[in-house]
């Protein structure tokens, strides 16, 4: 009798939780795990994406996940992830936890931040001094930059990258701290892209076993390496960017008029926003890294796509030359006449996104979805290369390079508010920086398109040697593959045009290097 007594009460439990689950809500499909582990072993860190593919092919666009206990969904199409994170967006504005990269910043990289009232008051400060409206007055330095890039490229082409990376340091130092031209070499510009390198290695999932089982966050310090590292970095990084942020703050104070940045209207505006010197030192800091590497990634991936695709570049020189013409450059005021050059700006972001994974929104409480129960504290990864490869919206050829998809039959911008892509995330998360990342890139390739020619290098044969179209460097940045170009003027007004803006703008350096 008592196993009798055990064995239906046994029983009773299993159909009382059956039913309590279906009432509660099922979890989306997915793959199966190991017991206590899950599906931890089954993820790819270097190329989740492809592992992200073959799951939607087979268990759709929702997939379930037991991270060794943590409850993970991925988000494979854009009607999901609009579906969540756009119109419900307030519930899944949070964050999920990053130890090491949270211990290495303080939990002040505004990106991999919760929605603590810190985190709007950053929010808020970056739109007002990053708001399309305000984007304008940093137009100059973005086309002077860019002059400085395709006179690089032109005359050095073997050095193509080195010349992408120097202008995008460059040019996100001065729109941050209002630095002169700077080339890799300088000091300012090797320690934020170790910055850079840093968040990188800290914001790869799978990189710190701490991040997967957090009961480790409580070890000693003396037995943790990763806790001394994250402590020190953090301390070396807060020292440079208080001192890069109160340079401009004081120099605000003395009521000196100073030429547009970012610091320049955190200064003025800090006592608005509520913000100490730390948080405006260190949101001035993490935005640097943000526009720094989505910008020189995507310029590289412009590039590769060129040798790829030259009837692509044939159809952008053949406007820039109807519009623009050959006795000037182009600039902002064309941006409207030139509808291909935009489109060729929205293809690159959605054809390569430099992060091809997005970061975790968390719901702060439970969620039902077609049937699905999400519950609070899952972390919901939208894949950021699935969704802008998602057939329901680009069409059974979403693989291919095509920037004709976002022109309709007249050659016009299908619609000139929608991005075309996802690549900058949704909702109360977007890319603060959006409206700066694409005029910066416009102004880049309009420019270079105008000068020259890219084609892909030969080898000693004479064949064309093109990488291939799907070889990348993955990490948190998707990068492209090492290759060779040659850059060919386009007509002889072309070099003389480039050589004068660009000593015009050395003179111009110079003179305010003087004044300083």
């Known amino acids: 009798m008592h196993w009798e007594n055990l064995a239906l009460a046994l029983l009773l439990f299993c159909v009382f939780y059956y039913f309590r689950r279906t009432r509660i809500g099922r979890c989306p499909p997915g793959p199966r795990g190991l017991p206590i582990l899950g599906n931890l072993f089954q993820l790819d860190n270097a190329n989740s994406w492809r592992t992200f593919a073959k799951w939607k092919d087979s ?5 379930y996940l037991n991270i060794a206990g943590q409850p993970m969904v991925i988000l494979n199409s854009k009607k999901v992830a609009e579906d969540l994170f756009d119109r419900r967006g307030s519930n899944y504005i949070d964050r999920h936890r990053l130890i090491v990269l949270e211990k290495s910043t303080g939990d002040s990289n505004m990106a991999f931040m919760g929605s603590t009232e810190r985190w709007h008051q950053m929010r808020r400060a970056s739109e007002h001094a990053l708001g399309a409206k305000i984007s304008s007055n940093y137009h100059h330095t973005q086309t002077s930059e860019s002059i400085l890039l395709a006179h690089g490229i032109m005359n050095q082409p073997h050095t193509w990258l080195s010349q992408i990376e120097r202008t995008s340091s460059s040019t996100s130092l001065s729109i941050v701290y209002d630095l002169p031209p700077l080339d890799l070499n300088d000091p300012t510009v090797k320690f934020m892209n170790d910055f850079i390198d840093w968040i990188d290695k800290t914001a790869a999932p799978g990189n710190y076993v701490v991040d997967v089982l957090p009961f480790l966050e409580c070890l000693p310090r003396w037995m943790a390496k990763w806790k001394r590292d994250a402590e020190e970095n953090y301390k070396i990084f807060t ?3 208080e001192d890069m942020f109160l340079r401009i703050k004081n120099e605000t104070a003395t009521g000196n008029e100073q030429r547009p940045s970012f610091c320049v209207t955190l200064a003025e505006n800090q006592k608005q926003h509520g913000m100490s ?3 405006c030192a260190w949101l001035a800091g993490v935005l640097y890294g943000a526009g720094h590497e989505t910008t020189s990634t995507t310029m590289a991936w412009f590039i590769f796509s060129m040798i790829q695709f030259p009837q692509v570049q044939a159809r952008a020189h053949e406007e820039l030359d109807r519009v623009v013409g050959h006795s000037r450059l182009p600039s902002f005021a064309d941006i409207k006449h030139l509808p291909y050059i935009q489109a060729l700006v ?9 992060v091809p994974i997005g970061v975790s929104h968390v719901p702060i409480q439970d969620d039902y979805y077609e049937g699905y129960l999400i519950r609070k504290g899952t972390i919901c990864i939208p894949c950021i290369w699935l969704i802008n490869r998602d057939p329901e919206v680009y069409g059974s050829d979403a693989d291919e390079f095509h920037p004709e998809r976002h022109l309709d039959e007249n050659g016009c911008l299908k619609d000139e508010g929608n991005e075309g892509h996802v690549s900058y995330g949704f909702g109360q998360r977007i890319c603060v920086g959006r409206h700066f990342a694409n005029n910066e890139l416009f102004i880049q390739i309009a420019i270079i398109l105008w000068a020259m020619r890219l084609e892909p290098v030969k080898d000693d044969n004479g064949n064309l040697m093109k990488p291939d179209v799907d070889a990348e460097r993955p990490s948190f940045f998707l990068r492209p593959p090492p290759f060779q170009i040659t850059a060919v003027k386009r ?6 045009a ?3 803006a660009r000593d015009e703008i050395m003179e111009e350096v110079l003179v305010r290097s003087d004044i300083s």
Do not use: N
């Open 59 to 63: 268990y759709g666009p929702i997939v």
């Open 239 to 241: 020292s440079k960017f």
């Open 277 to 279: 010197d730390a948080d």
């Open 346 to 354: 929205k293809e690159v972001l959605r054809w390569r996104p430099a």
């Open 491 to 496: 007509f002889e007004e072309a070099e003389s």
């Open 498 to 500: 480039i050589q004068q």
